[in-house]
T-cell receptor, first 113, second 115 residues
Framework: GNSVTQMEGPVTLSEEAFLTINCTYT??????LFWYVQYPGEGLQLLLK?????DKGSNKGFEATYRKETTSFHLEKGSVQVSDSAVYFC????????????FGRGTSLIVHP | DAGITQSPRYKITETGRQVTLMCHQT?????MFWYRQDLGHGLRLIYY???????DKGEVPDGYVVSRSKTENFPLTLESATRSQTSVYFC??????????????FGEGSRLTVL
């Protein structure tokens, strides 16, 4: 079946540091890939997505590239801010059929001033 | 305001009591979901619904009941609450996009404590 594996957290960084959160997936066919972000006390919201191999999703300075050869969708940001402190979830959804997304366990990011 | 509204936001109950968590969307998204979020487990799917009167089990359905008589509402009922059901519950709806994918929209969550 489909699965998503994320790096364990928490990830603790100083402001302006470079961020990478690793995500790998197992899926049949050609899934779409997503990163969702959950700020403290809130529900999840979509951060970015990519729908086919080699696509790059980007938003708010975050980027992730759909790498089919390594089945990965790593999240990166060149310079993090304190306001980026949140939990980040990698997810995939199957092409066509039912829209049931599969989530990773989430990675907590803590950014210190 | 458009979006997903969950109620109550916070609930404390006792073991054995029935609890219903409400979820309302102001769009007409076909798919709706209930997740629970627990430390060490991330998000786990409890139930989902593809349309009114169509529901199906997710990963952890035991002890929960859902209904969907109207497209906009998707209540989740714990028929006899247990301490293991202490969690934060999220409702979500799914909006499809033109690129054969879509986006989940989440409510703010309902924090349930079972004593």
């Amino acid at each position: 079946g489909n699965s998503v594996t994320q790096m364990e957290g928490p990830v603790t960084l100083s402001e302006e540091a470079f961020l990478t959160i690793n995500c790998t997936y197992t899926a049949t066919g050609y899934p779409s890939l997503f990163w969702y972000v959950q700020y403290p006390g809130e529900g999840l919201q979509l951060l970015l997505k990519a729908t086919k191999a080699d696509d790059k999703g980007s938003n708010k300075g975050f980027e992730a590239t759909y790498r089919k050869e390594t089945t990965s969708f790593h999240l990166e940001k060149g310079s993090v801010q304190v306001s980026d402190s949140a939990v980040y979830f990698c997810a995939l959804s199957r092409e066509g059929g039912s829209y049931i997304p599969t989530f990773g366990r989430g990675t907590s990011l803590i950014v210190h001033p | 305001d458009a979006g997903i509204t969950q109620s109550p936001r916070y609930k404390i109950t006792e073991t054995g009591r029935q609890v219903t968590l409400m979820c309302h969307q102001t769009w007409s998204h076909s798919y709706m979901f209930w997740y629970r979020q627990d430390l060490g487990h991330g998000l786990r799917l409890i139930y989902y619904s593809a349309a009114a009167d169509i529901t199906d089990k997710g990963e952890v359905p035991d002890g929960y009941v859902v209904s969907r008589s109207k497209t906009e509402n998707f209540p989740l009922t714990l028929e006899s609450a247990t301490r293991s059901q202490t969690s934060v519950y999220f409702c979500a709806s799914y909006r499809t996009s033109g690129d054969n994918t879509g986006e989940l929209f989440f409510g703010e969550g309902s924090r349930l404590t079972v004593l």
